[in-house]
T-cell receptor, first 114, second 110 residues
Framework: GAVVSQHPSRVICKSGTSVKIECRSLDFQATTMFWYRQFPKKSLMLMATSNEGSKATYEQGVEKDKFLINHASLTLSTLTVTSAHPEDSSFYIC??????????FGPGTRLTVL | EDQVTQSPEALRLQEGESSSLNCSYTVSGLRGLFWYRQDPGKGPEFLFTLYSAGEEKEKERLKATLTKKESFLHITAPKPEDSATYLCAVHISGNTPLVFGKGTRLSVIA
């Protein structure tokens, strides 16, 4: 149990376009989901906390207009990278919180902006 | 300030050479301590949650223990497939995000 999926696993886009990444909890309902960014050989960097039905809470330094987060249901959160630029290229990972506050991660999405 | 420190940063073991990874924490409260394994290019894989001092959990060659100040991840007779980055994180209170350590990169050489 406790499976989190992400789609797509890889995406390549042109500079200036927007990209949407989906995060789904497949066998449980998650009231809270988290979005992370990770650079090669670096630690996870929390971007935002996403609560179902309410606005996301962004970490300091993360542009909320750049990284749009929607948590429309208890099983789906989306991250949209708007007007992507090469510096947005990274590995994006979501996670979902479940019973007793255990947290499970998705497989990640590799974004490359040309 | 809530802080999680993992040591060593990197560890190289021969196959079969048992060892331990350390995660020390100074936090205002502890609702749970988590261990994850992360392979390159993948999301972290959940291993264990520990909730109170004295608790121990095991899974195959891994055993996690918890005291009031630190947690250890013991690896018994490791195999090359145990090579990965091991992450420790603590959940402090309410709906706050996990506080992560920087991880230990484990390499097991055949």
């Amino acid at each position: 149990g406790a499976v989190v999926s992400q789609h797509p696993s890889r995406v390549i886009c042109k500079s200036g376009t927007s990209v949407k990444i989906e995060c789904r909890s497949l066998d449980f309902q998650a009231t809270t989901m988290f979005w992370y960014r990770q650079f090669p050989k670096k630690s996870l960097m929390l971007m935002a906390t996403s609560n179902e039905g309410s606005k996301a809470t962004y970490e300091q330094g993360v542009e909320k207009d750049k990284f749009l987060i929607n948590h429309a249901s208890l099983t789906l959160s989306t991250l949209t990278v708007t007007s992507a630029h090469p510096e947005d290229s990274s590995f994006y990972i979501c996670s979902a919180r479940v019973l007793r506050n255990e947290q499970f991660f998705g497989p990640g999405t590799r974004l490359t902006v040309l | 300030e809530d802080q999680v420190t993992q040591s060593p940063e990197a560890l190289r073991l021969q196959e079969g050479e048992s060892s331990s990874l350390n995660c020390s924490y100074t936090v205002s409260g502890l609702r749970g301590l988590f261990w994850y394994r992360q392979d390159p290019g993948k999301g972290p894989e959940f291993l264990f949650t520990l909730y109170s001092a004295g608790e121990e959990k095991e899974k195959e060659r891994l055993k996690a223990t918890l005291t009031k100040k630190e947690s250890f991840l013991h690896i018994t007779a490791p195999k090359p497939e145990d090579s990965a980055t091991y992450l420790c994180a603590v959940h402090i209170s309410g709906n706050t995000p996990l506080v992560f350590g920087k991880g230990t990169r484990l390499s097991v050489i055949a």
